[in-house]
């Protein structure tokens, strides 16, 4: 008995670490297809370029490539790489990336409802608060 709990358990973290390998889909593809190819057109930073491939779930234009990020229960960005494990690149503040988000979509002229949509997947990178019960 306790060799068939340990083989689920092993079989179980597999799949969670193979579930954290792959990007989360967006849900709503057309707004991404036309928010993406406006910001797109915008010269940005390597580093940048690679969070948003990550946050649109685009095609890679950057090596090391971002497969997943998150957000800290204290307003930080971390980035996971394509064959790591964790969440091992600290990017920064997320307030920066909110802000440096915004200027993003006003030099590419994304509508009100684009923007919106934009800061939506960050707020959606945020771990649930967690209230120790």
Same mark, same amino acid.
């Given at each position: 008995?306790?060799?068939?709990?340990?083989? $689920?358990?092993?079989?179980?973290?597999?799949?969670?670490?193979?579930?954290?390998?792959?990007?989360?889909?967006?849900?709503?593809? =057309?707004?991404?297809?036309?928010?993406?190819?406006?910001?797109?057109?915008?010269?940005?930073?390597?580093?940048?370029?690679?969070?948003?491939?990550?946050?649109?779930?685009?095609?890679?234009?950057?090596?090391?490539?971002?497969?997943?990020?998150?957000?800290?229960?204290?307003?930080?960005?971390?980035?996971?790489?394509?064959?790591?494990?964790?969440?091992?690149?600290?990017?920064?503040?997320? =307030?920066?990336? $909110?802000?440096?988000?915004?200027?993003?979509?006003?030099?590419?002229?994304?509508?009100?409802?684009?923007?919106?949509?934009?800061?939506?997947?960050?707020?959606?990178?945020?771990?649930?608060?967690?209230?120790?019960?």
């Amino acid at each position: 008995m306790i060799d068939e709990l340990q083989d $689920e358990t092993a079989e179980g973290f597999a799949q969670i670490g193979a579930d954290a390998l792959r990007r989360r889909p967006v849900a709503n593809v =057309a707004m991404r297809d036309r928010v993406a190819e406006k910001i797109l057109r915008v010269r940005v930073s390597p580093k940048f370029d690679a969070i948003i491939d990550c946050l649109l779930d685009l095609p890679a234009r950057t090596a090391p490539v971002l497969v997943r990020l998150l957000v800290t229960s204290d307003g930080f960005l971390l980035g996971m790489r394509e064959g790591h494990i964790g969440y091992n690149d600290f990017l920064g503040d997320v =307030a920066d990336l $909110e802000r440096n988000l915004g200027g993003l979509a006003d030099v590419a002229d994304l509508t009100p409802e684009e923007t919106a949509w934009l800061g939506g997947l960050v707020t959606a990178l945020r771990l649930p608060s967690y209230s120790g019960r």
